[in-house]
Every structure is written in structure tokens, then in C-alpha cells.
């Protein structure tokens, strides 16, 4: 490979391959921490809006124990909040609506 007209050594060229790799690593979002659950009526709500561009959409990971066997729903509407808190305190309220209203019928 040449740059300005010079050509590089293998080692010189490894670096510069390696850089945007580095890049990315040094400039990546840190991974979000894990979430605790919030329990409700024997289920365990995981909130986590999703970010859409400027705003938050309403989501979450509900589990319940039936039977020996944990069972998921996942809860995505089309909600949205500006704030990431504010989504979560409304998806907490959704996840809890749903479970009211559905029962264990949200895991079928």
C-alpha cells in the first residue's frame, strides 16, 4: 500500500488497518447496565425503551414462572417520550396494563 507515494512495511500497514478499529472501540457507547426487574403479580418486568432518533419508544421484557418453565413476552409499542426516564415509568404502566388485562394469556 502506498501513501503520499512512499510504500508502507507490514508492520506500518497492520497499524493503519488497525486504527479504525481502535477507533470504534474508543469512541463505542458502553453497553447499557443490566436492568433489576420490577416485579408485578408474579411476573418480572425488564423495562428498556428503545431510542429512535430524538425519542424513546415504549418497550420491555415481561417473564413469568409457569409450570417450571419461564415464559417471555416482549413489549413493544409505538409510544414515544422524549425523556428515557419518562419512557420507562410509561412502559412500567403499559407492562402492568397488560399483565391486568391479559393475564397468562400474554404468554400464550
Partial sequence: ??????RLSDTALL??????SFLSRLFAK????PVEPVLYKDCRIYPAPV????????AARIEKDIEGTTRVHHLLRADTHNARDDATAATLAKAQQAIDQLGDTLFS
Fill in 1 to 6: 500500500m502506498a501513501l503520499l507515494g512512499h
Fill in 51 to 58: 431510542q429512535d432518533g430524538a425519542v424513546y419508544r415504549i
Fill in 30 to 33: 458502553a453497553p447499557a447496565p
Fill in 15 to 20: 497499524k493503519v488497518r488497525a486504527m479504525p
